[in-house]
């Protein structure tokens, strides 16, 4: 267990469908991360924040998501209508800026989305 | 897309036996990171080497660089079947105060008993 907690750890929705995952991450961690894993591949970057400033968004991050830290804690990432490409696992990371130069991610297990 | 691809995609090797997974990444970096990860669960921090380190060691693991290259190996040592996992290498860009991740698509690990 690395500190970093996601809800729910999965979710089966029907396209169309708007779903929300959330992140608690280690509770002094300044930076968030969210990635998106498709199976058989390597985690792709679609968002960071630090503290409630989102800072970039990948391509991968469509109209259709949001991303949000509104109090520099937990952050959701929402999904509006749904599409069967969304299907993946979405993982949330988060480490301490400042703290060395090499900023150390701390993965949460996931949150594995099911499009119908 | 992946900045990095790793090599084997697949492994199979027998308990006790070394096994070697190799990386190579497009672009200048600040460092490199191996994680692990098992099936369908979230990724496990192993190691960070820096672009001026040519190799790390960490327990049964040994990592190296060469930045010339552009390539990176794990070697993990007296393998066990608890190793079993997905192994990826992620980079850091140089001059990318984001320090956000780009991994490879990883190497598919099974030690045998």
């Known amino acids: 267990d690395t500190g970093v907690s996601q809800d729910p750890r999965h979710k089966i929705t029907k396209r169309g469908q708007n779903v929300t995952f959330r992140c608690d991450p280690i509770?002094?961690?300044?930076?968030l991360y969210w990635y998106r894993q498709t199976l058989g591949q390597g985690p792709e970057f679609l968002t960071y924040f630090q503290n409630e400033a989102q800072l970039e968004k990948s391509r991968l991050l469509s109209d259709r998501f949001s991303a949000e830290r509104p109090k520099g804690s937990f952050s959701t990432l929402e999904i509006q209508r749904t599409e069967q490409g969304d299907s993946a696992m979405y993982l949330c990371?988060?480490?301490?800026?400042?703290?060395?130069?090499?900023?150390?991610?701390?993965f949460g297990p996931g949150t594995r989305l099911t499009v119908l | 897309s992946q900045q990095g691809e790793e090599d084997p995609q697949a492994l199979s090797i027998q308990e006790g036996e070394n096994a070697t997974m190799n990386c190579s990444y497009k672009?200048?970096?600040?460092?490199l990171q191996w994680y692990r990860q098992n099936s369908g669960r979230g990724l496990v921090h192993l190691i960070l080497?820096?672009?001026?380190?040519r190799e790390k060691h960490s327990g049964r693991l040994r990592v190296t660089l060469d930045t010339s290259k552009k390539s990176s190996s794990l070697l993990i040592t007296a393998s066990r079947a608890a190793d079993t996992a997905s192994y990826f290498c992620?980079?850091?860009?140089?001059?990318?105060?984001?320090?956000?991740?780009?991994f490879g698509s990883g190497t598919r690990l099974l030690v045998r008993p």
């Open positions: 992620a980079t850091v860009a140089r001059m990318d105060s984001s320090y956000k991740l780009i």
């Open positions: 080497i820096r672009s001026n380190e």
């Open positions: 509770s002094e961690h300044n930076r």
């Open positions: 990371a988060s480490s301490l800026i400042g703290v060395g130069p090499y900023n150390e991610q701390f």
């Open positions: 672009t200048s970096i600040n460092n």
